[in-house]
């Protein structure tokens, strides 16, 4: 902390509200914040910062945001204090399990756990206290096919390559909008200066998306590609690669077991054959393979348009092989691995498999413990043994975030029981009995945990609270604490134990820093309030390779087994007529997932939940911008303003998701003027990925009526 010449002082912090970590500095007074800007000397994201950061001020003085524990009643909402919350929730919980057993309750933990580490670390060990087997989060709609393939290839569902932006001259990205989102799996703040750099250096931008977006806009070659056919795209990529001949890197040569197998696999897929499905003419595909091969560091990267399609496990594992095989798997200016000084690797070494069990109602598969949230409403629905009858969220909003939000809302209602950690009313909270609200972020310490794990350079940080806690207030950390030691004593009878001084969240990270391989400490992260440069991205390879034989194990089992219903569907497209419009979604800047809409500085006046349709397709609709159409699909059916552009592939439309802040019956507190429409009213919870069950949100089938 520093102070200037008027008093006030500076308190550097990241910014938590996306993967980006951006080192933000706070000038403030006693009581007020001042500014608040990016950090110059924060060594990873060298200040930037983007018109969210700000908001965290905005939280915290936010009037919707929840100060109290709330508890539904037949005249509304009733503060009550933390004691009696816990109490009730925890015994709630104790009766239900007892008469359904321990899977009636199920857990559903949101996107922003991974941004709190007294969250997480807490979070965990309430889960494993309540010994259930139906746990859910965010992962499920989003980047599980990373850890899929981690874990198979590489032994760990946390061994994830990331690109080494910084070095390298050609960077392939499928399905992702980094100058919107701000880089995701791929921690890299002031993207845009990052991608810019590399087309100084004369190096390429090359984007493959069924929409020009703002990345697509900055690079040097867009390609629309028709949603969830990117999988016949990177085999042909492969087909030509091991048409060429494949490189591999040299240090790996002993290390790979399977390629043969591979060289079989692609052989079928020549870019000729995937042309018409992927909508890439062949010589498009061909240049870009040859391009990739000939330039010295290349790295394909490809993110939630990718991970979220009926072949998103194929995706990612197939964009590891044009790495692997282009000589780029863990070389500079490919796709490389971290060394993180908190070292999550070895910490989870016992806790992964795939398949031990499955769910009740839909017979899906877990992965490290957990459901994929695609079957939250069937397993709420299912009358039989192991059916949930009660929910714990935190940091979340199920219903406009996972598929077919509609069936979620409806089960939901059906539940004997739900709590939820939140410092909002939202769509899904709103259905709780009781609200447990955590402090703001800002009034706590946090570390960042997870993200160094994905940056482009290995780093570490201490981020101190900017203010002291409201006094009324618990953390995320307590409510978890007091919840698990609630339950403790409500299951044996015994008095509550207090939670411990010694027990806390910073007192953990300190020593998961200790045994990490930088002998850090918060001590020593402290006296560097800007955070710790701990260098750029090295190979690391076969070491640090987590399976059995310190192999890479080039095709997992799931994936060799998997190639029947691959050339199933190709077949099928190959077979396809006339379709109805294919759905995907998008990222705004200015909006963050399914909350901060209530923002007047944030969203401003437009109104961003709106469908994009090409100008041709608007045309033979006899549509207008502007207009209001109604979108169809299997599952539901929602009103939306239109969009014309170009800027999207003909026969494509797109809505953002995490909208929908008007849900029928429900007064929302949370006061929006622009409350838009869920896409995921729309999407289909059947549609999961092939392999590990992700939900598959792009290329959802619609219709669209005037
Ligand atoms: N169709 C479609 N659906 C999608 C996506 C898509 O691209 N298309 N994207 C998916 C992705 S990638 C994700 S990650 C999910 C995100 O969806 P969710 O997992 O539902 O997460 P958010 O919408 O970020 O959840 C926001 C809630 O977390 C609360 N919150 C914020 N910070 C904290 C905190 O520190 N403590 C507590 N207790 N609560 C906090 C906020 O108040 C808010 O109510 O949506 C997914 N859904
Ligand atoms: N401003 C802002 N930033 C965010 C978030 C936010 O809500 N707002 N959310 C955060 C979260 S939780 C995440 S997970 C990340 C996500 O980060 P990104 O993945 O970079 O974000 P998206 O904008 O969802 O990018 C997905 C891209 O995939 C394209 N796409 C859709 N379907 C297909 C397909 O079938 N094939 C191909 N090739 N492309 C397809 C879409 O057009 C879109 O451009 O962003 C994070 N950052
Ligand atoms: S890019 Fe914006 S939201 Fe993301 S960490 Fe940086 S300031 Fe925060
Ligand atoms: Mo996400």
């Known amino acids: 902390m520093n102070t200037n010449s008027q008093g006030s002082k500076y308190v550097f912090r990241s910014c938590n509200l996306c993967e980006a970590i951006c080192g933000l500095s706070f000038e403030v007074s006693d009581t007020e914040i001042l500014s608040i800007r990016g950090d110059k000397n924060d060594p990873l994201s060298m200040g930037h910062i983007c018109p969210k950061g700000p908001e965290l001020k905005n939280i915290y003085l936010d009037k919707d945001r929840l100060r109290k524990p709330l508890k539904r009643t037949n005249t509304g909402w009733q503060e009550i204090s933390y004691e009696e919350a816990f109490v009730e929730v925890t015994q709630s919980i104790h009766s239900i399990q007892s008469k359904y057993g321990n899977d009636s309750v199920a857990v559903y933990q949101g996107n922003p756990t991974v941004h709190n580490y007294g969250s997480m670390l807490f979070g965990s060990r309430f889960v494993k206290k309540l010994k259930t087997k139906n746990l859910f989060s965010a992962t499920s709609v989003d980047q599980l096919p990373h850890h899929f393939v981690g874990h198979f290839m590489f032994g760990s569902h946390f061994l994830i390559p990331v690109p080494d932006i910084d070095r390298t001259n050609y960077f392939l990205v499928l399905g992702a909008n980094p100058i919107a989102s701000n880089g995701s799996m791929m921690t890299s703040p002031h993207i845009t200066k990052r991608l810019k750099a590399i087309q100084e250096r004369k190096g ?21 590609i028709k949603p969830d056919t990117d999988v016949f795209f990177l085999l042909s990529i492969l087909n030509i690669v091991f048409q060429k001949g494949i490189k591999i890197p040299k240090h790996l040569s002993e290390s790979l077991v399977g390629v043969e197998e591979v060289a079989a696999l692609v052989s079928s897929y020549s870019p000729e054959k995937t042309a018409s499905i992927t909508g890439i003419a062949t010589e498009v595909t061909q240049k870009i393979a040859i391009d990739f091969m000939e330039a010295s560091g290349a790295v394909c990267y490809g993110r939630m348009g990718l991970s979220t399609q009926s072949f998103g496990a194929f995706c990612q594992w ?81 219903i406009l975030s996972t598929p077919n939000g509609t069936k979620l809302e409806k089960a939901i209602g059906t539940l004997e029981f739900m709590v939820s950690i939140d410092y909002y009313i939202n769509e899904t909270t709103c259905h709780a009995n009781i609200i447990l609200p955590p402090t703001s972020s800002i009034e706590h310490e946090n570390i960042d945990m997870v993200f160094p794990l994905l940056a482009v350079r290995n780093y570490a940080k201490f981020s101190p609270a900017v203010f002291e806690a409201d006094p009324g207030l618990k953390h995320d950390w307590q409510i978890f604490g007091e919840l698990t030691n609630h339950l403790e004593a409500t299951r044996t009878g015994k008095p509550v134990k207090k939670l411990s001084e010694k027990l806390t969240p910073e007192a953990m990270a300190d020593s998961l820093f200790k045994t990490g391989p930088y002998k850090l400490s ?18 690391c390879l076969p070491d640090r390779l987590a399976t059995e034989n310190k192999k ?37 800047l200015r909006s963050n997932n399914s909350w901060m809409h209530n923002s007047e500085r944030l969203a401003g006046n437009k109104d961003r939940c709106t469908l994009l349709i090409h100008t041709n ?25 239109v969009e014309v552009t170009d800027g999207i592939a ?7 998701h995490g909208y929908g802040h008007n849900r029928s019956g429900i007064q929302l507190e949370i006061a929006t003027k622009r409350p838009g429409v ?14 590990c069950h992700n939900a598959a949100f792009s290329g959802t089938k619609v219709r669209i009526v005037k």
């Open 678 to 691: 869920s896409i995921n009213d729309l999407t289909n919870e059947t549609r999961t990925d092939f392999l």
């Open 318 to 398: 197939l964009i590891v092989l044009v790495n692997l095989f282009t000589g780029n798997l863990d070389s500079q200016g490919g796709s490389m691995f971290t060394k993180p000084a908190i070292d999550l690797i070895s910490m989870s070494k016992n806790e992964g498999g795939f398949a031990r069990y499955f769910s009740k109602a839909r017979n899906l598969p877990e992965f490290y413990g957990e459901f994929p949230v695609a079957a939250l409403a069937d397993e709420m629905l299912y009358t039989g043994e192991g059916g949930i009858k009660a929910l714990v969220t935190s940091c979340g909003n199920p």
């Open 522 to 539: 918060i001590e020593e992260l402290k006296k560097h309030p800007h955070g710790i440069d701990l260098g750029e991205l090295q190979s």
């Open 552 to 588: 890479i194990v080039v095709i997992p089992e799931p994936f060799a087994k998997g190639q029947v219903l691959l050339m199933k569907a190709f077949q099928e497209f190959t077979q396809q007529n006339e379709h109805d419009y294919l759905l995907i979604g998008r990222r705004h």
């Open 204 to 224: 390429k931008l090359v984007v493959v998306d069924p929409r020009r977006t703002e990345t697509a806009e900055l690079a040097n070659e867009h390609h629309f």
């Open 617 to 641: 397709d608007a045309k033979n609709l006899q549509i207008e911008a502007g207009q209001i159409v109604k979108v169809q699909s299997e599952h539901g059916e929602i009103s939306i303003v």
């Open 650 to 656: 003909p026969g494509v439309v797109s809505i953002p």
